[in-house]
């Protein structure tokens, strides 16, 4: 059974740093595309970073680009987002995901992740 489980959510000021970490099990995500996607307070659930297989292949949302960077650790079978200079629009429960078709480019949409964590929450405050 695979499992994702995310962790290293709390509370920061605005300005102020935080690093998620996301570990699997049940499979090696080695070869598949991951992503960190978020879903504020009475909103849908949105793509913030995805890292596909192999170096530097990232892609970001445009809200985060220049404060979030998403990598990985093939060798703990994990990804990391680790999000600076934080604002109060950052609030929000982020999700690991993770695909399921080797060798594909990170994709934006909540519907190209077959695998997903159970969430942890982000409160910026101002």
């Known amino acids: 059974q695979v499992q994702l489980v995310e962790s290293g959510g709390g509370m920061v000021q605005a300005g102020g740093s935080l690093e998620l970490s996301c570990a699997a099990s049940?499979?090696?995500?080695?070869?598949?595309?991951m992503g960190w996607f978020r879903r504020a307070p009475g909103k849908e659930r949105v793509f913030v970073a995805g890292?596909?297989?192999?170096?530097?292949?990232?892609y970001y949302a445009d809200s985060v680009k220049g404060r979030f960077t998403i990598s990985r650790d093939d060798a703990k079978n994990s990804v990391y987002l680790q999000m600076n200079s934080l604002e109060p629009e950052d609030t929000a429960v982020y999700f690991c995901?993770?695909?399921?078709?080797?060798?594909?480019?990170?994709?934006?949409?909540?519907?190209?992740?077959?695998?997903w964590g159970q969430g942890t929450q982000v409160t910026v405050s101002s």
């Open positions: 049940g499979r090696t995500f080695r070869t598949y595309a």
């Open positions: 890292a596909g297989w192999g170096e530097f292949n990232t």
């Open positions: 995901a993770g695909d399921n078709i080797p060798y594909r480019q990170p994709r934006d949409t909540v519907e190209a992740y077959d695998y």
